[in-house]
T-cell receptor, first 109, second 117 residues
Framework: KQEVTQIPAALSVPEGENLVLNCSFTDSAIYNLQWFRQDPGKGLTSLLLIQSSQREQTSGRLNASLDKSSGRSTLYIAASQPGDSATYLCARGFQKLVFGTGTRLLVSP | EAQVTQNPRYLITVTGKKLTVTCSQNMNHEYMSWYRQDPGLGLRQIYYSMNVEVTDKGDVPEGYKVSRKEKRNFPLILESPSPNQTSLYFC????????????????FGSGTRLTVV
């Protein structure tokens, strides 16, 4: 069964710091990987989708990479801001998305 | 605006009283799915639908029913809710169930917080 693990579970950084969130998965099958953001009590916002044939995607200050051979994806956030504070979830698969348990990020001013 | 709309946003009900949570998308997506989110367990899939009249079980389907009579709507039905179904529920949609190349991602609704007492 596909498992998705996210490390760390929580992260607290000062504003301006660059940071990396990690996502690892057990199934190296050809599926895409998606990163989401979830604000407290709210829904999920899609941040980046990496197609199975791609190695990375970029959107503004966010960059996500996918390494199927090692079963890992990383989300890089440059120059973090307090508005980036949220829980970040990675998910793998298609007909059935398998989610990691998330990394709770707090960026302090 | 392209979106997935869930209703209600919040619901408190009593054990055994049938309820329906509605989900509607305006993007002509073929694929729709329901998830529940619980502390420490993350998001788990309840049911999904590949197209009209085509539905299948996810990881935690017990106690739930779904139907897909129209492309845009995918209601979640709890025939006899129990306290262990207290959770945050999300509906999601995506353009094509056969898009294994992953060209398209998922769009999620804002969630329905259900409490069963």
């Amino acid at each position: 069964k596909q498992e998705v693990t996210q490390i760390p579970a929580a992260l607290s950084v000062p504003e301006g710091e660059n940071l990396v969130l990690n996502c690892s998965f057990t199934d190296s099958a050809i599926y895409n990987l998606q990163w989401f953001r979830q604000d407290p009590g709210k829904g999920l916002t899609s941040l980046l989708l990496i197609q199975s044939s791609q190695r990375e995607q970029t959107s503004g200050r966010l960059n996500a990479s996918l390494d199927k051979s090692s079963g890992r994806s990383t989300l890089y956030i440059a120059a973090s801001q307090p508005g980036d504070s949220a829980t970040y979830l990675c998910a793998r698969g298609f007909q059935k998305l398998v989610f990691g348990t998330g990394t709770r990020l707090l960026v302090s001013p | 605006e392209a979106q997935v709309t869930q209703n209600p946003r919040y619901l408190i009900t009593v054990t055994g009283k049938k309820l329906t949570v509605t989900c509607s998308q305006n993007m002509n997506h073929e694929y729709m799915s329901w998830y529940r989110q619980d502390p420490g367990l993350g998001l788990r899939q309840i049911y999904y639908s590949m197209n009209v009249e085509v539905t299948d079980k996810g990881d935690v389907p017990e106690g739930y029913k779904v139907s897909r009579k129209e492309k845009r709507n995918f209601p979640l039905i709890l025939e006899s809710p129990s306290p262990n179904q207290t959770s945050l529920y999300f509906c999601a949609s995506s353009p094509s169930p056969f898009d294994r190349a992953g060209e398209y991602g998922y769009t999620f609704g804002s969630g329905t917080r259900l409490t069963v007492v």
